[in-house]
């Protein structure tokens, strides 16, 4: 299914739902990524997908029942069932979701509102996680990753207390050592940290000088209270893949470890749905032109009906003229 305008377009595959390509008209997509166990798949995650009713590893038994990582989403058949509108079911779980895509009549922003349904005959816990994947050759060594994240800790830390020692973005600890999460060099490790947000909007920018184009990705923190940035390398140690993902827990586990868990850093893990309840949660991603010298982003913010993009140490701006559609 293809979303467009004069100026850009959105393209969401029908086999798993991903969000495969934005790119203004005749331009680069940043939005890059298929597993290797995912090639000859039918339905699977690819670029932007949608994590439901989990962010990660089912449990062992619900594995041997045939759930698979990250749920189910990206596992089925999506439909159109009118213009901007793409739905599926996901059986195991129980839910079904339902998606309608917005762009701008003229900019390069799209909105997206996501509405999911438990039709169980009784209440669940789930999870539901937005993974956006930028590769090469928009991603290589230079590409700069920013958010308004604040407090985190790496996945890789031991249970039951993963959160310490915790830290700020955009640092994070790899043993004593500090790593700085703007840049991927050669070492992805730790390769999945997460934080939270302490802002009413969330925001994660992607900005490549040497493409001049960002791409910015915009929720409310009440739907998503998490940031998760994930990194990834090839055989050469090249960048491969980074994901910008943005959900509603921060601890990649089995809900059994979440259920016992609860919080981290006063934030739940984990969200609920009643019976036959429905909720719907958005975000907007959108494309700018960047100069050659661009450093990277320090803020985004909403005004005056326009997205607004101030530069790192600088007082540059850009702007896009248009703003989400929530």
């Given amino acids: ?8 377009e959105a393209t969401f595959d029908l086999g798993g739902g991903s969000f495969v390509s934005f790119k203004m008209k005749n331009g680069l997509n940043p939005l890059r990524w298929l597993g290797p166990a995912d090639l000859n798949a039918t339905n699977r995650p690819m670029a932007h997908f949608l994590c439901l009713d989990r962010w990660g590893q089912p449990s062992d038994p619900e594995l ?63 999870n539901m996680v937005q993974h956006p994947t930028i590769g090469p050759p928009f991603l290589d060594e230079d590409t700069l990753v920013d958010a308004n994240a604040r407090r985190g800790f790496a996945q ?28 991927l060099k050669n070492d992805p490790l730790p390769n999945v940290v997460s934080y939270v947000i302490d802002e009413p909007l969330g925001w994660a920018t992607a900005s490549s000088p040497k493409q ?10 009440a739907e998503y209270p998490w940031f998760n940035a994930w990194r990834h390398v090839d055989a050469q140690n090249k960048p491969l893949a980074r994901g910008l993902e943005f959900g509603t827990t921060g601890l990649h586990q089995p809900f059994p470890v979440l259920v016992k868990k609860n919080r981290i850093f006063g934030r739940l893990l984990y969200t609920y749905l009643d019976t036959g309840e429905t909720t719907t949660r958005s975000y907007a991603t959108f494309l700018l032109t960047i100069p050659p010298d661009w450093q990277g982003v320090d803020r985004v913010a909403i005004s005056q009906g326009k997205v607004i993009v101030t530069e790192r140490n600088s007082q540059r701006k850009l702007e896009v003229a248009a703003s989400p559609q929530w």
């Fill in 156 to 183: 890789s830390s031991p249970l039951p207390n993963p959160e310490e020692p915790s830290f700020y973005w955009p640092q994070a600890f790899k043993d004593e050592t500090t790593v700085n999460m703007r840049r």
């Fill in 64 to 126: 041997a029942n045939g759930m698979p990582y990250h749920g189910e989403a990206t596992r089925v058949a999506w439909k159109i069932t009118s213009p901007g509108i793409m739905t599926a079911s996901l059986p195991m779980a129980g839910l079904d979701v339902a998606r309608r895509i917005l762009i701008d009549p003229l900019a390069a922003l799209v909105t997206v509102h996501e509405t999911v349904t438990n039709r169980n005959t009784l209440g669940k816990i789930y």
């Fill in 1 to 8: 299914m293809v979303i467009q305008n004069p100026n850009a």
């Fill in 212 to 221: 001049s184009l960002l791409i910015g990705y915009l929720w409310k923190t």
